[in-house]
């Protein structure tokens, strides 16, 4: 335990000062009677002062608020409220530029309407204002208007001067999103009967402290409202400082500072640095005022009250203000002790010098008697401190004259063979980290302290209302029961009962009957009258919960010492068991949410259902059959507890980066896919050509052609377009290769145009019209390929996505300069299969992901190894694989271990879009190539070979059709 703060002084120290006490005293009395008279009479005058403050202050707010009140009255009857568009609001200017004239508080006046309109008029009479608002050279208001229309909504400002002439008018686009019904001074007003006022804040435009008022007009469609600016409270505040220090604020009910006596104080940033707003009053800076937010007194009357505070003692109080009962205001004032009390404070000073100067020179005649008193408890107090530092090699042997120093001594050296005793129990407790070993030694140790000759240890389930038998020690032996079953607390003995139920009654004594017993298990026979005298030790965690308890007989000589003893044992036993079961709920906890991630990862597209799952089998298979090699290169493989459970969570979450794949790139089955297949759109402009050649026709036939030439050059056409449209049909389905013929063709199609009439930059997105900008819009009508790569198709890669090569994971990729490129003609022309170079890339960069994630995970120190094996099964050995181009001998052997599962599981399942699933014999085929060309470990793929673990996995997890005959010999021969 930390030791009080302050200063101490020895012992001789204070029998010295005893003598002097009476002395000292008369001193200090008549320098406190002094002092706390003046104090008493400055902290009176404190008192008027305080009320005096609340007072003024109170009637300051009422009269910025009354004006303000009479003029939205008046506001609420006006035409403006009927207006149904700016010029009809415009015509109410005049009577807006009175209202913000004849009340000085106001900053703004307006109107919001329940179609989204909305009309404010605001008084620039600060140079701030004028610059945020842009407002022209001699402009004196500021006209704040939002119309929405059918088809758009228009937001301008404009400015006029002091007789009201316009002096410009601006189109503001970014005002046209403000929405009046959405504010809260439109909802509460909406529903309330009379003027609603909202809590103070930052208005947004002038960065002022104030607050608005708001109430239903006289048409229905509209409300109105005034903001109010409070900057002549702050002014009041400053005025009513009577010291230097002294601190005052005005705050609200959530602690927002709305005025102080340093006004620059009270509004903030917020974390992005850009929207100002109140600063919370424990931000302000004043530690007196923020502990002065937590007390407000709930009257009006200020009690002043003494703070100390970061070493400075403060005279404060802090009341509600009147008249602020819907949103409450409160006044804190403080003033620092060392000016308020400064006179009061010397003449204490003064009267204490006088008083120390006769007691030092009474002082060196005592120590000497005194220091012969104390040298025995130095003595002691240097074996406490040795038993501090857990040194209990030496006994403690100290003589004195005084009895109770004697009588310490002996205490102390009983004390310190209990605390030797004590840890070594702990620490044999605590080295056990095996849950089963632990409750037979838990029950054997403390059978052990307790000098018992019997005991049986229970533990409770969740509820608490049933115990089970963990372990039993009898003639000798300890034993775990065969029978789990638990038992109701009724159905134990009776002294364990009691133990218990009564959480705060510790180690109980008492006699245990013939057919408690047997009840328990227990042979009454083999017990003597003796030893059928029980301790029960009930055992509860820090929640006072029931974890277990335990029952010892035959306890000899158990006094209060020994059961005191016990019973703090009891303590650690019920810490241990609490907390090897939350190691062990934790791990459970843990193992379900990994699983619970592979599981969404592989229900997340339906191509790779069971991946996530079968992967960790099988490198688990291969792990344990190199475990298992009595010969090779891994015959001195082996792991341990730990180690295993670092390949378990590694396998489960060895593609958890694909979280962030989109599916429609890891399912994306034809070429023009993306998130549905863009095929159609070629279909429907192909169609726009036959319907373009049929009207030519008809056109001909007009134009007096003969009807039977033109009809067969109408079906020659079409046939054409039919047989281009079949052959891009047939390129989006991809396949393993695509001719220098066919990508000729392909060029020549896209060259057939089409004329599009309407606009293409209306009704998307705004990320796909950014992308358009990029190239003028042509005019309308455009003709335009079939089969296009237009710029809008370059979907650009983010910075935040390029990895350089001092990256701290080690990643070596080469990394695309798109994100995406769905350019038409680009995808048709890949060559083989359907992903593009963004695609695969996008698609590769799920184990980037999973680094990353892994990376960031707070493992324990036996679970470090877990992002290096998740992480490495994509590397090859010959160093081409990816992310990080590793070879063979910069692997661990279970990254390289989990490669082989990930590609064999790959090869062997049938649920990809992009291909069928490969025979037995096929997938080991493909992966001796690998071998060969330096993709997998060769001496893992002979070990996964010899050790049957293919043929398990295949029995296990593959169809049986699937499932043929392998030629090892031939294959391992091969190499």
């Not at 502990?291 to 009250?305: E, I, M, Q, R």
Request: net charge negative; aromatic share 6%.
């Amino acid at each position: 335990m930390d030791r009080p703060s302050g200063t101490r002084f020895p012992l001789y120290v204070h029998i010295t000062t005893l003598f002097f006490v009476m002395l000292l005293a008369i001193g200090g009395l008549l320098a406190w009677l002094s002092y706390a008279r003046s104090a008493e009479i400055i902290e009176e005058a404190v008192q008027d002062v305080f009320t005096r403050i609340v007072r003024e202050t109170t009637n300051q707010l009422e009269g910025i608020v009354a004006p303000a009140q009479t003029a939205l009255s008046l506001q609420a009857e006006q035409r403006v409220v009927r207006a149904r568009n700016l010029k009809d609001r415009l015509d109410s200017l005049g009577f807006y530029a009175r209202a913000l004239e004849s009340t000085p508080s106001a900053t703004s006046v307006y109107a919001g309407y329940d179609d989204g309109d909305f009309f404010l008029v605001r008084k620039l009479d600060d140079p701030e204002t004028i610059r945020v608002l842009q407002a022209p050279p001699g402009a004196a208001y500021a006209v704040q208007s939002v119309e929405r229309g059918d088809a758009n909504t228009i937001g301008e400002f404009l400015f006029f001067d002091n007789e009201l002439r316009p002096l410009g008018r601006d189109a503001r686009d970014t005002y046209a999103h403000y929405d009046p019904r959405e504010r809260d001074w439109y909802k509460q007003a909406s529903g309330a009967a009379g003027v609603v006022r909202t809590d103070p804040y930052v208005f947004f435009t002038t960065n002022h402290v104030g607050i608005t008022l708001a109430r239903r007009s006289i048409d229905p469609h509209a409300i109105v409202g005034i903001d109010i600016r409070l900057e002549t409270v702050a002014e009041l505040l400053k005025q009513q400082k009577f010291t230097p220090g002294t601190q005052l604020v005005i705050f609200d009910a959530q602690h927002r500072v709305i005025a102080a006596d340093q006004i620059e104080r009270v509004v903030q940033t917020d974390r992005s640095g850009e929207r100002p707003q109140l600063v919370q009053l424990e931000s302000f800076g004043s530690p007196a005022l923020a502990h002065l937010g937590k007390t407000v007194a709930a009257d009006s009357t200020p009690h002043p009250k003494a703070l100390h505070i970061d070493g400075r003692d403060w005279h404060a109080a802090a009341v509600r203000l009147p008249g602020s009962d819907a949103r409450p205001l409160y006044l804190a004032l403080a003033v620092p002790d060392d000016e308020l009390l400064a006179h009061a404070r010397e003449l204490r000073n003064e009267l204490l010098f006088a008083t120390a100067i006769v007691m030092l020179l009474a002082i060196p005649l005592t120590l000497v008697v005194a220091r012969a008193v104390a040298g025995p408890l130095r003595r002691l107090v240097a074996e406490a401190d040795a038993i501090r530092h857990f040194d209990f090699t030496r006994p403690i042997v100290v003589s004195s004259l005084v009895q109770e120093v004697d009588d310490l001594a002996a205490t102390m050296q009983g004390m310190k063979r209990t605390i030797r005793r004590f840890l070594d129990i702990s620490s044999a407790i605590a080295a056990e980290d095996n849950f089963e070993r632990l409750l037979p030694r838990l029950l054997n140790e403390v059978i052990d302290a307790a000098q018992a000759s019997s005991g049986a240890l229970y533990l409770a389930d969740a509820s608490g209302s049933h115990l089970t038998a963990a372990a039993i020690h009898h003639n000798g032996e300890t034993a775990v029961p065969s029978d789990a079953t638990g038992r109701p607390l009724e159905a134990l003995p009776t002294l364990l009962q009691s133990a218990l139920n009564a959480p705060g009654a510790g180690v109980i004594a008492g006699a245990v009957s013939n057919d408690e017993l047997h009840g328990i298990g227990l042979d009454s026979a083999t017990f003597s009258e003796a030893a059928r005298t029980a301790l029960a030790v009930p055992l509860f965690n820090r929640k006072l919960q029931r974890v277990g308890a335990m029952l010892l007989f035959g306890a000899a000589g158990a006094d209060d010492a020994k059961r005191s003893f016990i019973g703090a044992l009891s303590g650690t036993a019920a810490i241990a068991l609490e907390t090897r079961e939350l190691v062990q709920a934790q791990k459970a906890l843990f193992e379900a949410f990994i699983k619970l991630i592979a599981s969404a990862i592989d229900a997340k597209s339906p191509y790779t259902g069971g991946h996530c799952a079968r992967v960790p089998e099988l490198t688990k298979m291969l792990a344990r059959a190199a475990c298992a090699a009595d010969s090779g290169p891994f015959k001195d493989f082996a792991l341990s507890d730990e180690a295993w459970e670092a390949v378990h969570v590694a396998a489960w979450l060895h593609d958890c980066g694909k979280v962030t794949t989109p599916e429609y790139v890891v399912d994306k089955a034809t070429k023009l896919e993306t998130i549905y297949d863009r095929i159609h759109e070629i279909r429907t402009r192909f169609e726009v050509l036959k319907r373009d050649a049929e009207i030519a026709a008809l056109r001909r036939m007009l134009n007096g052609e003969s009807p039977d030439a033109v009809h067969a050059d109408l079906t020659r056409e079409l046939a054409g377009i039919d047989a281009d449209f079949a052959f891009v049909a047939s390129c989006n389905e991809g396949g393993e290769f695509m001719a220098p013929e066919h990508l000729a063709r392909l060029k020549r199609i896209a060259e057939r145009t089409w004329l599009r009439t309407l606009d293409d930059r209306i009704g998307i997105s705004h990320e796909e019209r950014e992308r358009k900008a990029v190239t003028p819009a042509e005019p309308l009508p455009a003709r335009e390929t079939v089969l296009a790569d237009k710029p809008e198709h370059a979907i650009a890669r983010g910075a935040a996505e390029h990895i350089g090569t001092d990256n701290p994971w080690g990643f070596r990729l080469d990394t695309p300069a798109l994100r995406y490129n769905r350019g038409e003609l680009y995808n048709l022309s890949i060559g083989r299969g359907t992903l593009t170079a963004e695609d695969r890339h996008k698609i590769n960069d799920h184990i980037v992901q999973t680094i990353i994630m892994l990376s960031q995970l707070p493992f324990p120190k036996h679970l470090q190894q877990v992002p290096e094996i998740a992480g490495g099964h994509h590397e090859k050995m010959d160093g081409t694989g990816y992310p990080k181009r590793l070879t063979g001998s910069e692997m661990s052997p279970l990254a390289r271990m989990m490669a082989i599962a990930d590609i064999f599981e790959a090869l062997t399942a049938i649920d990809r879009p992009y291909k069928k699933g490969k025979t037995l014999s096929e997938a080991i085929a493909i992966m001796a190539r690998m071998r060969d060309e330096q993709h997998i470990d060769a001496e893992l793929f002979a070990l996964f070979l010899r050790s049957g673990v293919y043929r398990d996995y295949a029995q296990r997890f593959m169809q049986p059709q699937y499932v043929d005959a392998v030629d090892i010999a031939c294959i391992l021969g091969a190499h």
